[in-house]
Nanobody, 122 residues
């Protein structure tokens, strides 16, 4: 079992930055790839970014590539999502999740956090 808790969400103006954190506990954190997903009201949950166990492989959705950066600190059992140049379209609940390997599909993730809200004003 892996327990995940997100934090760092909030209200930010367009063009601003925000860093989300996801703290993990339970099963060995470093053995899992981690991903970030988001879901806006009335929309399907979508992939944002993923990172491998070592941090050597990272994947990004085309909509966030170049603006968002995923990273992890295994010593702190924490994964981060640095979000820069935020747009109103980025407004959503953001969720972190754990998977055996870095993939983009929701079905491959075994554990999920409760989510943290990010709101970008126009």
């Amino acid at each position: 079992q892996v327990q995940l808790v997100e934090s760092g969400g909030g209200l930010v103006q367009a063009g601003g930055s925000l860093r989300l954190s996801c703290a993990a506990s339970g099963r060995t954190f470093s053995s899992y790839a981690m991903g970030w997903f988001r879901q806006a009201p009335g929309k399907e949950r979508e992939f944002v970014a993923a990172i491998s166990w070592s941090g050597g492989m990272r994947l990004y959705a085309g909509s966030v590539k170049g603006r968002f950066t995923i990273s992890r600190d295994n010593a702190k059992n924490t994964v981060y999502l640095q979000m820069n140049s935020l747009k109103p379209e980025d407004t959503a609940g953001y969720y972190c999740a754990a998977a055996p390997k870095p993939v983009t599909t929701i079905r491959d993730y075994d554990y999920w956090g409760q989510g943290t809200q990010v709101t970008v004003s126009s």
